[in-house]
């Protein structure tokens, strides 16, 4: 039958390390000197070991002793760490997100899953329209962050990545092919007037196959290779691909992802999700700086833990 280790006797146990004596823990641990010796004692008949040398004034962990303490100490911290996450109002709230649609997937959806794994109290209430209803929104107060698509970062912005915007129909279809050319966008899409003005320098005859304000109809028309619609390289729809025809279709240049935040909410949570979102849709340059920068971060913390502890 498995057994379990006490892991009030596991905090005295580190507390005695740490304090090099019972007299000292005791008065960490807000207990009195027997109960932090009864403790000890518990584990050592516990596991049939002396976890502690006596001989001399102050108590030094055995071999045993050691061994144990860096389990302790693992366990403790993973203790700590559950308790905070499910029970400290630090890790409650909403975080207000907005994402164009054409770059939601893949990644939102990971990011997303992640962040309710670890903060499974705070809810990330995701949006999804244009940018440029995105910005509106953010410039009200309606967003704590959003993702833009856009020729370049507006006040406040950051950017994250330039891609190439490419065009996108059914796989191997001939739509592409056809004059005059049938274009799928909504129409507040940002990729539209960029890619008729491509078409027009181009001397490409073209019309609309779709009207209105909805993706999944445009999306549709693409899929059944009756037209072709344009998309940031790396956020390309199933069921659609690149285009192979470039000397048939004019190159559509390249936009930026770039990232607003209100800077109202703030902590742990807000950090752990603007990485997230650097890592997902930066370049590898963005990052290398957010990994060295949590690096760095890991490394101040390790070290204030062990000057903590050397006190």
């Not at 962040?115 to 704590?144: H, Q």
């Not at 320098?201 to 304000?213: I, S, T």
């Not at 930066?282 to 101040?300: H, M």
Request: glycine share 10%; net charge negative.
């Amino acid at each position: 039958m498995a057994r379990n280790l006490d892991l009030t006797a596991l905090r005295a146990l580190v507390a005695v390390t740490d304090a090099g004596g019972v007299t000292r823990a005791a008065g960490l641990l807000n207990l009195t000197q027997s109960a932090v010796s009864m403790q000890i004692k518990r584990l050592e008949e516990g596991l049939g070991v002396e976890l502690f040398s006596r001989a001399q004034r102050k108590l030094t962990p055995t071999p045993e002793g050691d061994q144990l303490l860096g389990y302790a100490r693992r366990m403790l911290e993973l203790n700590d760490e559950a308790l905070t996450r499910l029970t400290d109002t630090a890790f409650e709230g909403e975080i207000r997100l907005g994402v164009p649609h054409d770059i939601v997937y893949p990644e939102i959806p990971r990011i997303l899953k992640a962040m309710a794994a670890e903060y499974p109290r705070v809810r990330v209430n995701l949006v999804s329209c244009f940018t440029s209803k995105l910005k509106e929104g953010f410039s009200r107060g309606e967003y704590d962050v959003i993702l833009t698509t856009e020729a370049s970062p507006g006040a406040g912005g950051e950017r994250l990545a330039t891609r190439k915007l490419v065009w996108i129909g059914a796989p191997d279809g001939i739509a592409w092919q056809q004059r005059p050319l049938r274009l799928a966008f909504v129409e507040r899409c940002f990729f539209r007037p960029i890619a008729q003005a491509a078409l027009n320098g181009a001397g490409v005859r073209w019309e609309m196959a779709v009207g209105g304000e909805s993706e999944q109809v445009a999306e549709a028309t693409v899929t059944a290779d009756l037209s072709i619609t344009a998309r940031m390289e790396g956020a390309i729809p199933v069921g659609t691909a690149v285009i192979d025809g470039a000397n048939a279709l004019p190159d559509l240049g390249h936009l930026d992802i770039c990232l607003y935040q209100a800077n109202v909410q703030k902590g742990e949570v807000m950090d752990k999700l603007l990485t997230q979102l650097r890592c997902a849709y930066g370049d590898a340059q963005c990052c290398l700086r957010v990994i060295s920068g949590e690096a760095a971060s890991e490394g101040n913390d390790d070290f204030s833990r062990r000057l903590t502890a050397a006190e």
